[in-house]
C-alpha cells in the first residue's frame, strides 16, 4: 500500500471524501515529521513509535573507486513495532477461500 491507497482505502471505510482523506493523512504525516524534527518521540500505543536517533559521523570508503570520504554525522527515524501489530503481522493467515469475520482483528 502507497500514501495514494491509503487516501483512498480511508475515504471508502469512512464513508468521506477523498480530498477529506487526502487532507487528514497530510496532516497525520506533516504532524510526525515536525515532531521527529523537533526531537519528540511518537508513540501510538501498540501500534508503533518513532524517535530520532543520532548517528556520529565517521570515515568511510566508496566501494566503487575504494576512495575514503567522510560521513557527517546525522539524525535519522527509527522505527519501532509496538505490540499488537507485531501480533497482528504474525497471526496465522486463514485458510483459501475463508475471511475474518466481524470482531477479529
Not at 37 to 60: A, H, M, N, T
Not at 76 to 95: C, M, Y
Amino acid at each position: 500500500m502507497n500514501k495514494s491507497d491509503l487516501y483512498y482505502q480511508l475515504a471508502e471505510t469512512q464513508g468521506i471524501p477523498v480530498e477529506e482523506s487526502t487532507r487528514v493523512v497530510d496532516a497525520f504525516f506533516k504532524a510526525l515529521a515536525d515532531a521527529l524534527l523537533r526531537g519528540d518521540r511518537v508513540e501510538i500505543r501498540g501500534f508503533c513509535s518513532w524517535q530520532p536517533k543520532e548517528y556520529k559521523g565517521y570515515i568511510g570508503r566508496n566501494p566503487m573507486t575504494g576512495e575514503t570520504v567522510v560521513v557527517p554525522p546525522k539524525r535519522l527515524p527509527f522505527f519501532k513495532a509496538g505490540k499488537d501489530l507485531s501480533e497482528h503481522v504474525n497471526r496465522p493467515q486463514p485458510e483459501a477461500g475463508q475471511e475474518d469475520g466481524p470482531g477479529k482483528a
